[in-house]
């Protein structure tokens, strides 16, 4: 796929830092070559659930990287920032999320990173009110509190 390429990207989860992850698809890019279908996309300031208008700016073995153009269908989960420079600024990823959310996809991702190095189970029934980050790299990875 070429640098500079418009594509259509169905946000589906939430990646590292914040980033916007979803999959090429035939469907909503009819142009695809074969070699591109099933790719992953990373696109920046972009929320589960939304489809953006992304321009193609690294093309890697295994994913592609892109930056919105235009947000065709805002996410569902999608609240008004606090901060008038929030589009621009880039410092807070996720304030156009509530509190909530941003918690929950945060747990979300720690525990999925943490169970790579070290398995983690977690009680359904508890809910998770800080983080010990002392016990981040020994024994614990969280702490309910």
Not at 61 to 77: C, D, F, G, H, Q
Request: aromatic share 10%; net charge negative; hydrophobic share 40%.
């Amino acid at each position: 796929m070429q640098k500079g390429k418009e594509i259509l990207i169905r946000i589906e989860r939430v990646g590292f830092k914040g980033v916007g992850v979803g999959v090429l698809e035939k469907a909503l890019n009819e142009e695809l070559l074969d070699d591109d279908i099933g790719k992953k996309v990373l696109v920046q300031n972009t929320l589960p659930g939304e489809l953006v208008l992304a321009n193609v700016s690294r093309n890697k073995k295994n994913y592609i990287e892109a930056r919105k153009v235009k947000t065709l269908e805002v996410s569902p989960l999608a609240v008004e920032p606090r901060c008038p420079h929030f589009e621009i600024c880039g410092g807070c990823k996720w304030q156009n999320l509530p509190y909530d959310e941003q918690l929950s996809f945060f747990l979300e991702f720690l525990v999925d990173n943490w169970a790579e190095i070290n398995p983690v189970t977690l009680d359904t029934g508890i809910r998770l009110a800080y983080f010990a980050w002392e016990d981040f790299f020994g024994q614990s990875a969280l702490t309910a509190g």
